[in-house]
């Protein structure tokens, strides 16, 4: 179904997804989220699309879950639905993702943020949860993702006072990678992605899958795992070529990007 509640594009081996409903500082709605998850799934699919940018506008990444629409939904609604189950495809993409963040990303948009690989933020990103303001509580994973990001007492602050941190802030925090000049926030994404788009395809999978196994599993398990994943890569013709290039001092060419 096409919507312009998002912007897909794509720059060379990197997809851009891009929020789209400024009326509304880019709240999450349901016509909203279907979109980014058939964004989502078609670069997924596509062998063209190694990395995946998900960003908003300069005034906001995402303010949350649409308000007005959830409003007078009733308990039994939700739960019947399992509303807002879907919202975790975003964390399911196996390539990996990164949040360019601006603007507000409040509740909704936060949990969406926390679900990319990494984020990188303009000075101007406020981060925060502030259901607790609404009578309600996180529902995207916020209790979850921003404990295991920033640790239980920061989260705890956050969830139960529904404060903002700002970039300075949410850096110092470990929420966000790097933090850049607002009117260079797109291209430094876009950068930073692209040069991951230059790696072995393989390799950046299981490394990915690797690092969030440190959220489900013990360290002898999570370390087995790591191991046997990096034996697995001595099958790729690319560790031959990565290895080769490195004695012969020259790039290395990939040849699953
Ligand atoms: N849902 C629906 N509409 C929203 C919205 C949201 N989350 N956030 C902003 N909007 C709308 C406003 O209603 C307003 O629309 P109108 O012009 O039609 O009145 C428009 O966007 C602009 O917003 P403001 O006038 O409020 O802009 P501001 O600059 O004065 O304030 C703000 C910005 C501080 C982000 C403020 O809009 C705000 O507090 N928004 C709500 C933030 C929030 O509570 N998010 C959590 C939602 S619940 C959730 O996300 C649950 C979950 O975990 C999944």
């Not at 709605?29 to 995946?52: H, R, T, W, Y």
């Not at 990996?96 to 679900?115: K, S």
């Not at 607002?182 to 999978?205: F, N, V, Y």
Request: hydrophobic share 50%; charged share 25%.
């Amino acid at each position: 179904m096409a919507s312009d509640t998002i912007i897909v594009e794509t720059h060379g081996r990197v997809g851009l997804i891009r929020l789209n409903r400024p009326q509304a500082l880019n709240a999450i709605n349901v016509e909203l989220m279907g979109a980014l998850n058939a964004a989502l799934d078609a670069f997924e699919a596509d062998p063209q699309i190694s990395v995946i940018v998900v960003t908003g506008s300069a005034k906001a990444f995402a303010a949350g879950a649409d308000i007005k629409e959830m409003q007078h939904k009733t308990y039994p609604e939700t739960l019947v639905a399992d509303f807002i189950a879907d919202w975790q495809r975003l964390a399911r993409v196996r390539k990996p993702t990164i949040a360019a963040v601006a603007g507000f990303a409040l509740g909704g948009g936060c949990e969406i943020a926390l679900m990319c690989d990494f984020i990188i933020a303009a000075e101007t990103a406020k981060f925060g949860q502030p259901e607790i303001k609404l009578g309600i509580m996180p529902g995207g994973g916020g209790s979850q993702r921003l404990t295991r990001a920033i640790g239980k007492a920061r989260a705890m602050e956050l969830c139960l006072t529904g404060r903002s941190i700002d970039a300075t802030e949410a850096e110092r925090a470990g929420l966000v990678a790097r933090i850049v000049p607002a009117d260079q926030l797109e291209a430094e994404a876009l950068k930073t992605a692209a040069a991951i788009a230059e790696h072995s395809l393989p390799a950046l999978l299981l490394v990915k899958e690797a690092v969030n196994r440190v959220a489900e599993t013990s360290l002898a398990e999570g370390l087995l795992h790591e191991r046997r994943a990096f034996q697995s890569l001595f099958a790729t013709h690319d560790q031959k070529e990565g290895m080769a290039a490195f004695a012969e001092k020259r790039p290395a060419k990939f040849e699953n990007r």
